[in-house]
């Protein structure tokens, strides 16, 4: 096989490169011999076709001008590279346990600063409160708060229905009806509900919290305001667990109410109780600790999602990839917080409002 005439990147374009690889490709494997001395010009382009059609190594007859030979010695060491394997050591497993207890401590101990950050900073918040941030507060329990109505109430609203209707096909087996306000009342005001809220806070503020930190720190907002003498925990962090602890009860209130009625309609539907009936069997049926219990715990997630999120937050690197880890780490770790503060709740409180 003899070619000829100019084989750069440049002439390709012109002959078409499809057709001239097509060819190539057809007399791989082929016992041809090769003479590419009459080749005018040859790129690296050019030496890498005709390297790929022999199957990445020399044939047994080939022909090349002395100027190709260097050309070609080239492509051939560069596929002679073997990039060193990484040894894994029989006890690597006890590294990669050592680097995830190191990397733990690491966070509590952040945790904890930061938590003693913010006991100060409300501290000094009470002391002067005519200089306090009041509209970062206000803003946050707009945008934690009343802007997470809708999705709290639509979520709830459903939940309602679908335990409603479960556990009235199960009570009507037994005859049981009218313990389904029992049910209903004591799983969403003192678990379901708070938990909710939470967990729904969690995805939507604390994801939020933890980007606009981490905005802050990729176009370099967070030295700006050191430089200019602002603390970050009294005008950022502090605002935002005030805000969610406020804002948190209210979402829990919010959501309890949306879920009984959600649960007073599939009643109504499922077991023909009245929601007049339903309203005058509640107070009895749920005594009022839980309700405190539930506002209780919605203080507590308020203030741990927001600890959380900024917690991550400000640990976010100058760079797209870590605030997008960073975002994502904070809303998993968040409500993995929230539901160990709910087993707390429930340990302590298990011979409370029974």
């Not at 930061?114 to 005519?130: A, M, N, S, T, Y």
């Not at 009507?172 to 806070?201: H, K, Q, T």
């Not at 007073?264 to 009022?288: C, D, G, H, W």
Request: aromatic share 8%.
């Amino acid at each position: 096989m003899v070619a000829r005439g100019v084989w750069q990147v440049h002439a390709f374009s012109r002959r078409g490169f499809k057709d001239i690889e097509k060819t190539m490709k057809s007399l791989a494997g082929k016992p041809v011999a090769w003479d590419l001395s009459e080749i005018a010009s040859l790129d690296h382009i050019g030496a890498q076709l005709f390297w790929t059609s022999w199957g990445k190594r020399r044939p047994a007859q080939l022909k090349l001008d002395p100027r190709q030979e260097e050309l070609f010695e080239r492509i051939e060491k560069s596929g002679r590279i073997n990039l060193p394997r990484a040894r894994k050591s029989p006890m690597q497993w006890v590294i990669t346990l050592g680097s995830g207890v190191l990397t733990f401590f690491e966070h509590l101990r952040g945790a904890i600063t930061l938590i003693g950050q913010v006991v100060q900073d409300i501290g000094r918040f009470i002391r002067h409160p005519l200089t306090g941030p009041w509209r970062e507060i206000s803003a946050n329990i707009y945008h934690s708060g009343f802007q997470a109505l809708g999705i709290t109430a639509l979520v709830g609203f459903l939940i309602g229905v679908v335990l409603s209707y479960l556990s009235a096909q199960q009570l009507r087996m037994f005859g049981g009806d009218i313990y389904l306000v029992n049910i209903l009342g004591m799983s969403i005001i003192r678990e379901l509900g708070p938990l909710l809220a939470a967990i729904l806070v969690a995805g939507r503020s604390g994801s939020s919290i933890t980007a606009q930190l981490g905005v802050m720190r990729v176009t370099e907002e967070l030295d700006a305001m050191l430089v200019m003498g602002i603390s970050h925990g009294y005008r950022l962090i502090m605002p935002k667990v005030v805000a969610l602890a406020l804002a948190m009860p209210l979402l829990v209130v919010w959501t309890d109410a949306m879920a009984l009625i959600g649960g007073m309609v599939s009643a109504k539907i499922e077991l023909n109780l009245t929601m007049r009936y339903f309203v005058q069997k509640l107070p009895s049926a749920v005594p009022i600790v839980n309700y405190n219990i539930g506002l209780g715990k919605g203080v507590a997630f308020g203030m741990l999602i927001a600890l959380v999120s900024c917690h991550f937050g400000l640990r976010i690197k100058p760079n797209t990839e870590s605030l997008g880890r960073g975002t994502t780490t904070s809303v998993v770790t968040a409500i993995t917080v929230v539901i160990l503060a709910d087993a707390v709740f429930a340990i302590v409180f298990s011979g409370v409002g029974f």
